[in-house]
């Protein structure tokens, strides 16, 4: 993995609350709260001048179009975030997914580099795939007795991705604290 250890160290107890509130109020109202996706960008801006230093971690060359760039890290993770969040109003447009899924996927890119995008991908399908069996036989047994006006519970085909969403970001900073660069 190319995050580096030290960035999923500093990042990773800061995101693992706003995670767990992302999830409960998906699955509890079907809505990722504006809040949470505003401390979660919040979350990079400030800690990631920690985690990643602007003024000592280097610049990174790249191109935006057919301009070449020079950038520290910290600024290349947080050009991910505006990017992200053009592609996922697009995808809202056409009915892909929610407006709380998009902007969550939009706070949460600065945290994932570009180069474990596949890492990321295969992460996030185990997490969808394990949240929808979970919560759909959660939906059918006694647990639902602990939560019994969940508006998820009720929602027919409907999932609330949030819970998979943000159970993968909190996944892959563990992996990155372990298997990170």
Sequence with gaps: MEIPVRAAIWFLPFILPICLYVAFTDMRDMKIKNHAVVALA??????????????STGTIS???GPFPV?????????LHLP???VAGILLNAIGAFGA???KFLAAAAPFVWIQDLGVLIAILLATVLGAVATHR?????RLRTIAPHWESWD???KFPM???LAGALVMYLILGTVYGS
């Design 83 to 85: 990017i992200v969040l």
């Design 155 to 157: 929602r027919g085909k």
């Design 42 to 55: 919040f979350v990079y801006v400030v800690v990631g001048l920690i985690a990643l230093p602007p003024w």
């Design 137 to 141: 036989l959660a939906r059918h047994t």
């Design 62 to 64: 790249g191109s935006l």
């Design 70 to 78: 020079a950038f520290s890290p910290y600024i290349w993770q947080l």
């Design 100 to 102: 709380g899924d998009a």
């Design 162 to 164: 949030g819970l998979a």
